[in-house]
């Protein structure tokens, strides 16, 4: 799909505030109402802007720990692949799961309760005997820098 600067600026805007108004994202890309809502609308039907998402402060939840997870299969055939994902993608605390190339095989962000709770998480998907040979734990001490958008700028240019 080809994005002019107008859908940049679209795009950049609805990453930092997905829930601003229509009207008040059209005057800040110059735009009026209408063309902007249609422009907003053909990239959510191309796949562009595939959801609007919250952010929420899990300080103000109660405690969490967030763990990184890289993960090494036993097997490495497309059947393999597919058995972990699919069981992955079943496990709530997995908040994200991206699979890796050069070593290791997977990288799961694991969102808890405590280190006990995530514990459980593991033992359950060792239990389920879905291929994880073994798994090495990252425990985050602290966020530095939270998830954004992407570098649109650098990205298209």
Request: charged residues 25%; proline residues 4%; aromatic residues 6%.
């Amino acid at each position: 799909m080809k994005l002019d600067a107008r859908d940049i600026a679209i795009l950049r805007v609805l990453t930092a505030e997905g829930r601003i108004t229509n009207a008040d994202l059209a005057a800040r890309v110059g735009l009026s109402a209408s063309p902007c809502w249609e422009r907003v609308r053909r990239l959510e039907k191309a796949g562009v802007i595939e959801s609007y998402n919250a952010r929420i402060n899990l300080k103000k939840l109660g405690p969490s720990i967030t763990v990184f997870v890289t993960v090494e299969l036993s097997d490495h055939t497309a059947h393999a692949f597919r058995l972990f994902e699919a069981h992955v993608d079943e496990i709530p605390e997995v908040a994200a799961c991206w699979a890796l190339g050069g070593g290791l095989d997977y990288l799961m962000q694991v969102i808890t309760r405590d280190i006990e709770a995530y514990q459980e998480v593991m033992d359950a998907l060792l239990e389920a005997q879905v291929g994880l040979a073994r798994y090495f734990t990252h425990v985050v001490t602290k966020p530095v820098k939270g998830p954004g958008g992407p570098p649109l700028d650098q990205l298209l240019g």
